[in-house]
């Protein structure tokens, strides 16, 4: 059993930045692969990035590709996302989510987050 609970969402101007982070509790953190996924009003659940257990293997939309880094710190279980250069289409809540493997399907992560809001002003 794994519990995710995001943190570091706010309100932002366009070209700026924000670090967020999934803490997470679980004694099987480390082997499963952590993604982020995106939902903006009267829109579906977006991918983001996925980061592998062991931090080595990345995956991201082409839509966040160069603006946004993921990253994890086992040791100290949690998984961050790093956003630049943010834009007026980032807005939504970011959810981080845990799986077995890494995919960009929301399918395939068997633990989630609560969320939380990004939003980011022109």
């Known amino acids: 059993q794994v519990q995710l609970v995001e943190s570091g969402g706010g309100l932002v101007q366009a070209g700026g930045s924000l670090r967020l982070s999934c803490a997470a509790s679980?004694?099987?953190?480390?082997?499963?692969?952590v993604g982020w996924f995106r939902q903006a009003p009267g829109k579906e659940r977006e991918f983001v990035a996925v980061?592998?257990?062991?931090?080595?293997?990345?995956l991201y939309a082409d839509s966040v590709k160069g603006r946004f880094t993921i990253s994890r710190d086992n040791a100290e279980k949690t998984v961050y996302l790093q956003m630049n250069s943010l834009k007026p289409e980032d807005t939504a809540v970011y959810y981080c989510a845990a799986g077995t493997f890494g995919s960009d399907w929301y399918g395939q992560y068997h633990y989630w987050g609560q969320g939380t809001q990004v939003t980011v002003s022109s």
């Open positions: 980061v592998g257990w062991s931090g080595s293997s990345t």
């Open positions: 679980g004694r099987t953190f480390s082997s499963y692969a």
